[in-house]
């Protein structure tokens, strides 16, 4: 905790004083740093220590075990939802908080792995010696999950439902990408939680929820004394609930700030921006697209097909009628869709997805694009056609939402080869409207093979039941 005088210099609402707790007097703030400064300080054995005694620990009631957080994880966490970043906030600082009582360490503090530096896994965590291993992961660099379009100055919304809202893209691109590319049970969001490395990636994203709060330039969260932060956070019978205003706008109020709170302005193996102010540019999207995969004939539009992902890139083409195009059309002039909606006049639908065993192992995810250009220019970026990703990850979310529909967090249950398909809606109306084509004879939708590791498994990895377009509201 830190002091009353420290939390009125925090950008918390002086209304809000009333609803926290007394604190100590005069409590420095803790520092999260990155994992290569940390594992050189004198705290490293601490959470090795630490994270070894709480694997021992086979009470999966009591939070110093191990076993209590994925739990927790799985039945409380919210995905693909509001509150992403903040119910996560809160679940980093409990687990931190029991961390430092199992190591007997006050001086513990969680570190964060920057793979916008360091984008292969650190070497600890391949060490099967150390506490930090977990077997089963599958990939080791995530340089293909990373991205430079949540930090834009065009993002200047927080919440999802917003346009360019900040929550929903940082959950894009790089958090969910990086648990598909690391693979094993990494790529799981019901047992993410029991791989070490799932601390410092979640690190990672409040680092940079700390870090897009401070760049300011316009950048709006709702304030704290907005009904948005009414409530509390909830992890497990044996933790004290956490109020949402807590996590609001700042990390002080929990006693931490990170070593490094500035946007990543490049990516790894880019050229560094220019550092003269005068020369410096936005923080540019534009990326090496990849070109178009070769393409297999689709259905037509509105009616479906299965389809099968593999190891390999492919795209599909929706040969459009005079009479689609005029529907596309259509959907195109009709007013804009909102940016969050599940769903909207032109929509890439997959029905009844599950993964095979070989998919179940991760390491691997699929950028979905729309018309994708067969050669792209330089200048082309992911902005312009990419709408979305889908990997293990993404499917098991979308399974825990549709679990979770009309019974609370509750309602979730591990997925699996067992598990009901899953249905992934992809709005396209908007992509269209950006890059609108010249001539409407055909839709192709791009499957394009992102990799965590350089010798990946081949076989297939994902079974669509239905995969089509839509030109009509998707129900």
Do not use: C
């Given at each position: 905790m830190i002091s009353r005088r420290r939390f009125l210099q925090s950008s918390l609402s002086v209304a809000l004083v009333p609803l926290l707790p007394r604190v100590a007097l005069s409590v420095d703030l803790r520092v999260r740093q990155s994992w290569d400064a940390f594992r050189t300080g004198p705290t490293y054995a601490s959470l090795r220590n630490a994270i070894g005694l709480m694997r021992a620990n086979k009470n999966a009631a009591d939070p110093a075990s191990w076993a209590y957080w994925p739990n927790v994880h799985k039945n409380f966490c919210p995905h693909?939802?509001?509150?992403?970043?903040?119910?996560?906030?809160?679940?980093?600082?409990?687990?931190e908080g029991w961390l430092r009582k199992v190591s007997g360490d006050p001086n513990l503090v969680l570190p964060y792995w920057n793979y916008y530096v360091t984008p292969q896994v650190p070497s600890e965590f391949l060490d099967p010696t150390l506490s930090l291993y977990h077997s089963g992961r599958t990939g080791t660099d995530v340089t293909g999950a990373l991205s430079l379009d949540p930090f834009a100055d065009t993002v200047i919304h927080f919440p999802r439902g917003t346009t360019d809202a900040f929550e929903p893209l940082v959950e894009a691109r790089p958090h969910n990408p990086v648990h598909n590319l690391i693979g094993g049970i990494m790529s799981s969001v019901y047992y993410s939680p029991w791989d070490p490395l799932f601390w410092v990636h979640h690190a990672s994203i409040d680092r940079?929820?700390?870090?897009?709060?401070?760049?300011?330039?316009?950048?709006?969260?709702?304030?704290?004394?907005?009904?948005?932060?009414?409530?509390?956070?909830?992890?497990?019978?044996?933790?004290?609930?956490?109020?949402?205003?807590?996590?609001?706008?700042?990390?002080?109020?929990?006693?931490?700030?990170?070593?490094?709170?500035?946007?990543?302005?490049?990516?790894?193996?880019?050229?560094?921006?220019?550092?003269?102010?005068?020369?410096?540019?936005?923080?540019?999207?534009?990326?090496?697209?990849?070109?178009?995969?070769?393409?297999?004939?689709?259905?037509?539009?509105?009616?479906?097909?299965?389809?099968?992902?593999?190891?390999?890139?492919?795209?599909?083409?929706?040969?459009?009628?005079?009479?689609?195009?005029?529907?596309?059309?259509?959907?195109?002039l009709h007013a804009a869709t909102a940016a969050a909606s599940e769903s909207g006049p032109v929509c890439v639908v997959l029905d009844q997805v599950q993964l095979t065993g070989l998919g179940e192992r991760g390491g691997y995810f699929y950028k979905v694009y729309l018309n994708l250009p067969e050669h792209p220019d330089a200048g082309d970026s992911d902005r312009s056609f990419l709408l979305g990703m889908v990997g293990p990850f993404e499917i098991g979310v979308a399974q825990m939402k549709a679990a979770m529909r009309g019974k609370g967090m509750h309602g979730m249950h591990a997925g699996g080869s067992g598990a009901a398909g899953a249905r992934l809606i992809f709005p396209a109306t908007d992509t269209l409207r950006r890059n609108w084509p010249p001539h409407l004879d055909k839709l192709t939708v791009s499957f394009v093979r992102v990799d965590g590791s350089k010798q990946p498994a081949k076989g297939a990895t994902i079974r669509i039941g239905a995969f089509s377009v839509q030109a009509d509201p998707v129900k």
């Open positions: 693909g939802t509001t509150y992403f970043l903040a119910w996560h906030r809160g679940f980093l600082y409990r687990f940079l929820w700390a870090a897009w709060t401070a760049a300011d330039n316009g950048r709006l969260q709702p304030a704290a004394t907005s009904s948005y932060w009414t409530g509390s956070f909830q992890y497990g019978p044996a933790i004290k609930a956490v109020p949402r205003v807590w996590t609001s706008t700042t990390t002080t109020y929990f006693g931490y700030q990170y070593d490094d709170q500035t946007l990543p302005t490049s990516l790894p193996g880019s050229p560094p921006p220019p550092t003269s102010s005068a020369l410096a540019p936005a923080i540019s999207l534009a990326g090496a697209l990849p070109p178009r995969p070769a393409g297999i004939a689709g259905p037509p539009l509105g009616s479906s097909q299965p389809l099968v992902l593999d190891e390999h890139s492919l795209s599909v083409d929706i040969m459009l009628t005079a009479q689609d195009a005029n529907r596309v059309r259509s959907a195109m």
